[in-house]
């Protein structure tokens, strides 16, 4: 890894594992829905669905039909189910690119249902419910008439049916609250003609409340697979999922500067003795937020180094003081495991004030991805 200024380790053996585990996990019958969008949260969405694809990851998640085109270049053998909604001139990539869309609305069963009259098939969707996230989907106490309203409606063809929770991860009372406004809506349904269809609710925080005695027959997992936890504590950490992804940089240059001395932009840091810094080889355009100024740590030579003043867009400036056999060049980790050290992106996280969703899609486009494949740990 010497030849790079910045660059993330994508671990594929530590996805397969992870998707193994979680399966391993779930009753049999669980299909399993493999979320990624954003580029696979920053890990890249063509090496990580390939390797999902063999696997045992049954269908596809992507925010958009811009994202599902780029994975449906990889090949036609997977279901793909578009999340977001699909504006009126992207309609067409639907049947082009063979994917499954999401309705919530009135709107847009009529377009879609003209839509694929023109292309002369019918349209798989499915139908999500709003059962308290406030976002996309048909309010559960209306789920009924839209179910009805999609009956009617010629050249659709009803694939699924869906909710989301807003507080998986933080509020087990208000998820069950949600659950069963979604159990509600799934007894509505006539028993004949629906069997076949996919009924999904839980991300991965959701994991944590699943019960095999609910007619869900499949669940949509994002964060869990890339081996991190939705919070802290989790009873999911039994799983033991292995993080996927670790990020690194380089010592750029070495020097001491004497104590009193402003350190970076704004100057929020003064030097409260003679310090040897390290400049590292990222900042903020690489994916280290500026809410990680004078917050948080990075190690190098197997040892926590704390970050002194602004994180600026291509450099940081670390703490060395104490690693005085610290050298120009030296791997600077920022998220993952050196030696005896390890910075989880949890841990990164509570310093960028973000949640690790977030930490993964700030890695920018200018951090090479690097893949291997470990063996078992
Ligand atoms: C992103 C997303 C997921 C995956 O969530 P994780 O918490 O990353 O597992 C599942 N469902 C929907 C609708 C999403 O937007």
Not at 231 to 248: C, G, I, K, Q, W
Not at 359 to 376: D, G, M, P, Q
Request: net charge neutral; with cysteine.
């Amino acid at each position: 890894m010497k030849h790079y200024r910045c660059w993330a380790e994508i671990d594929l053996g530590a996805l397969e594992r992870n998707l193994g585990r979680i399966r391993a996990a779930l009753p049999a019958h669980v299909k399993y829905v493999a979320v990624v969008k954003a580029d696979a949260y920053g890990h890249g969405m063509p090496q990580m669905a390939t390797r999902l694809m063999q696997s045992g990851a049954h269908l596809f998640a992507v925010a958009n039909v811009y994202e599902a085109a780029e994975l449906r270049e990889i090949g036609t053998g997977w279901p793909i189910l578009v999340l977001g909604p699909v504006l009126p001139e992207e309609e067409r990539y639907l049947a082009e690119y063979k994917l499954i869309a999401t309705v919530s609305t009135e709107d847009e069963i009529t377009r879609l249902s003209e839509r694929a009259k023109t292309a002369g098939e019918p349209l798989p969707i499915h139908l999500k419910i709003d059962t308290g996230m406030g976002r996309l989907g048909v309010w559960h106490e209306e789920a009924a008439r839209m179910l009805s309203l999609i009956a009617a409606t010629p050249h659709l063809r009803l694939e699924g049916i869906y909710t989301h929770f807003s507080s998986a991860d933080s509020d087990p009372a208000f998820t069950l609250e949600q659950r069963n406004r979604f159990l509600r809506v799934l007894d509505s349904l006539p028993a004949h003609g629906t069997e076949h269809l996919l009924v999904h609710a839980d991300n991965s925080a959701g994991l944590e409340t699943f019960s095999p005695d609910q007619p869900v027959n499949a669940v949509r997992i994002g964060l869990l697979q890339f081996g991190c936890l939705p919070y802290p504590d989790s009873f999911l950490s039994s799983l033991r999922p292995e993080p996927v992804l670790s990020f690194h940089a380089r010592i750029g240059i070495i020097k001491t500067l004497p104590a009193g001395t402003p350190i970076s932009y704004g100057q929020t840091h003064r030097l409260e003795r003679d310090t040897r810094l390290g400049v590292v080889t990222a900042g903020y355009g690489d994916g280290i937020p500026t809410t990680m100024s004078n917050r948080g740590a990075v190690i190098i030579r197997g040892k926590r180094c704390p970050i002194l003043g602004r994180v600026t867009m291509d450099q940081t400036i670390v703490d060395i003081t104490d690693l005085p056999e610290a050298n120009p060049g030296d791997t600077v980790t920022i998220i993952g495991r050196q030696a005896q050290e390890h910075i989880p992106v949890e841990e990164f996280s509570r310093w960028a004030q973000c949640v690790p969703w977030e930490a993964f899609c700030s890695i920018t486009k200018r951090v090479t991805r690097l893949y291997r494949t470990s063996r078992v740990q």
